[in-house]
């Protein structure tokens, strides 16, 4: 599976960006997919994650009522979109998957990564 992230940018504090993740390779519909962050100098974290159906979704506490991850099993791709966006968001994002698994958000679990976008907030 190669996971292609994209769409991290410069975004003021309060406003909203969407990324995507775009995989290829193998079914789609069979993975748990999951979005990390790794803000400078911290451990990478778990975002959020949406099971292979998208009946299930576990969010961070710290992006609970801002972010939401919906899925197209059709485009082969999952996104990422984030409202009121403070500045403590600014991080590098990551979109992992794992086949077969019903929810995790141990990164470890996660077989497959995509190569990170930038995700800027300023104040």
């Known amino acids: 599976v190669q996971l292609q992230a994209s769409g991290g940018g410069l975004v003021q504090a309060g406003g909203s960006l969407t990324l995507s993740c775009a995989a290829s390779g193998r079914t789609f519909s069979n993975l748990l997919m999951g979005w990390f962050r790794q803000a400078p100098g911290k451990e990478r974290e778990f975002v959020v994650s949406?099971?292979?159906?998208?009946?299930?979704?576990h969010y961070a506490d710290s992006v609970k009522g801002r972010f939401t991850i919906p899925r197209d099993n059709a485009k082969n791709t999952v996104y990422l979109q984030m409202n009121s966006l403070k500045p403590e968001d600014t991080a590098v994002y990551y979109c992992?998957?794992?086949?077969?698994?019903?929810?995790?958000?141990?990164?470890?679990?996660?077989?497959?990564w995509g190569q990170g976008t930038l995700v800027t907030v300023s104040s």
């Open positions: 992992a998957a794992k086949f077969w698994l019903a929810q995790t958000r141990i990164l470890s679990n996660y077989d497959y």
């Open positions: 949406i099971s292979w159906s998208g009946g299930s979704t």
